[in-house]
């Protein structure tokens, strides 16, 4: 314990000195990252004492903390066991072990801090969002555990911030930086290899946008309609293609009801069976599992569930008003207007592949805890589309009572 705390204020010394020295950070973000720490490291302290057990992540933690091999585990899982061998090399007990998250959630925050000054966020707005992104309860109490999240959220926030430079300017340096940390993450889950890629051609692509920015503004609506063009010629080539009829095998349909298989009495469980007799049916399925994804609450019986709820209700609206500032609100005389639409694509890509593999509510808040935080970055846009809704009003009085006089 006293070896895992040496290192632990070692660290944040040299991390926040750093961060003083640069001038990145504020007295109420560094306070906001206390708190967030040292109510896992509450929880931490609970567990050990057994006052407290996780339901959320015990079975997880008994796998990835045993010292046996263990057969079928996913990429992601195997991925996370190797790394806490390679820590045991280094001090093999069980504390320090439990403590990784707590040293890696260094990393999420450092480079959460960099997106906010890249994106030019004010303090009060930068201290807002770190309030909902390091101490929801999603976040606490899937990233204090010894569980794939803690790498993922580590590895996705230094992704987005060098995608976010490379936005702003393309250099070799910042493609490896990049291509270092998407190589990281492509390792924590079963399907983050693909989504590596789309966060490296979605960064490239709107770099260009942004280099070419006054030209593109003029022609923006043909570029979105030859986009929508050649989106339904490939969507009708893979139709036609051999993955296409793939997709409406029975092979593929067992093989996602197979991965959605949960325990039928689970309270949080939703049962969504793939249909994919033809691609309207595999399309609607989709379509379900998303809407579940988001919005799927059994009941606001517990506070587990009123949680759920809020959380629901928050994403729609952040959703809301991403969507209709994008398409209604002379978007593209924002600033930073590239980098919310590559957020937005990449949170929304995330989100449907987890919702296609996703069965219950406890599993949704788990992968939500990862993509969340992209999200909060939206809070501009949702303090523009409230700030509009309550001024709308008033304005219709003041035209209204213009008019009469």
């Not at 937005?344 to 808040?365: D, E, Q, V």
Request: charged share 10%; proline share 1%.
């Amino acid at each position: 314990m006293a070896i895992n705390l040496i290192i632990l204020i070692s660290l944040s010394l040299i991390f926040f000195y750093n961060f003083f020295n640069k001038n990145l950070i504020q007295i109420q973000m560094l306070l906001i990252f206390i708190i967030s720490t040292s109510i896992k490291m509450m929880f931490i302290s609970f567990e050990f004492s057994g006052m407290f057990i996780n339901q959320f992540t015990i079975n997880d933690e008994i796998t990835f903390l045993g010292h046996k091999n263990v057969k079928n585990l996913s990429p992601g899982d195997n991925f996370l066991i190797s790394i806490l061998y390679f820590f045991r090399n280094i001090n093999d007990s069980e504390i320090f072990i439990k403590y990784l998250p707590i040293f890696f959630s260094f990393i999420f925050f450092y480079y959460l801090v960099k997106i906010f000054n890249n994106l030019k966020y004010k303090n009060v707005l930068k201290v807002l969002i770190l309030i909902f992104c390091l101490t929801s309860p999603a976040y606490i109490m899937f990233n204090y555990s010894v569980t794939k999240e803690f790498l993922q959220g580590a590895f996705l926030a230094p992704s987005i911030y060098y995608s976010l430079k490379i936005i702003d300017k393309i250099t070799i340096t910042r493609i490896i930086k990049l291509l270092s940390f998407l190589i990281l993450f492509s390792y924590t889950h079963r399907g983050f290899e693909v989504v590596s890629v789309l966060i490296l051609l979605n960064s490239l692509s709107f770099s260009i946008l942004n280099y070419y920015d006054n030209f593109f503004k003029k022609i923006w609506f043909t570029l979105f309609l030859a986009f929508l063009i050649i989106s339904i010629f490939l969507l009708i080539l893979l139709i036609n293609s051999s993955i296409g009829q793939n997709l409406l095998g029975d092979e593929f349909r067992v093989y996602l009801n197979n991965i959605r298989e949960a325990e039928h009495g689970a309270g949080n469980t939703y049962r969504i069976s793939i249909d994919n007799s033809n691609f309207i049916k595999l399309g609607e399925s989709f379509l379900l599992t998303i809407y579940y994804y988001f919005f799927y609450i059994q009941g606001l019986t517990t506070i587990k569930h009123f949680y759920f709820f809020v959380d629901s209700i928050l994403s729609a609206v952040i959703l809301i008003a991403v969507f209709y500032t994008i398409l209604l609100n002379n978007f593209f005389d924002r600033n930073n207007k590239y980098k919310y639409l590559f957020i937005t694509i990449i949170f929304l890509i995330m989100s449907f592949g987890f919702a296609i593999f996703t069965y219950n509510t406890g599993n949704a808040m788990r992968h939500k805890s990862v993509t969340n935080f992209m999200l909060y970055l939206l809070f501009p846009l949702l303090i523009n589309f409230v700030t509009l809704l309550v001024k709308r009003p008033y304005n219709i009085f003041n035209q209204n009572n213009n008019k009469t006089t």
